[in-house]
């Protein structure tokens, strides 16, 4: 399993990359909405604030199922704001 300080910083790259590529959409490819791009991008770094705070409130006792439920729902939530990127443009 690995560190702490390294999922954050995992998560802290992925949510950073979502966001670089939600605002190149908004601002480089024509008739995206720039609102909902907007709106994406703020889910995105809600999305970012609520897994570093998970991962900072481990469950005591139950750490490995705490950990792959985290990972399911991480997976779940990138997968959502890339649909909703992929429904911009």
Not at 40 to 57: A, T, V, Y
Not at 63 to 77: I, L, P, Q
Request: one cysteine or more; a positive charge.
């Amino acid at each position: 399993m690995a560190s702490r300080k390294n999922l954050k910083k995992s998560v802290n790259y992925i949510a950073g990359e979502l966001f670089t590529e939600c605002l190149v959409i908004s601002k480089f490819v024509p008739g995206a909405d720039k609102q909902k791009a907007d709106e994406l991008m703020g889910k995105i770094l809600n999305m970012q604030d609520e897994f570093i705070s998970r991962i900072s409130h481990t469950e005591p006792g139950n750490v490995k199922g705490f950990y792959k439920k985290f990972h399911s729902d991480f997976n779940a939530k990138v997968n959502e704001i890339i649909d909703a990127m992929s429904k911009l443009g």
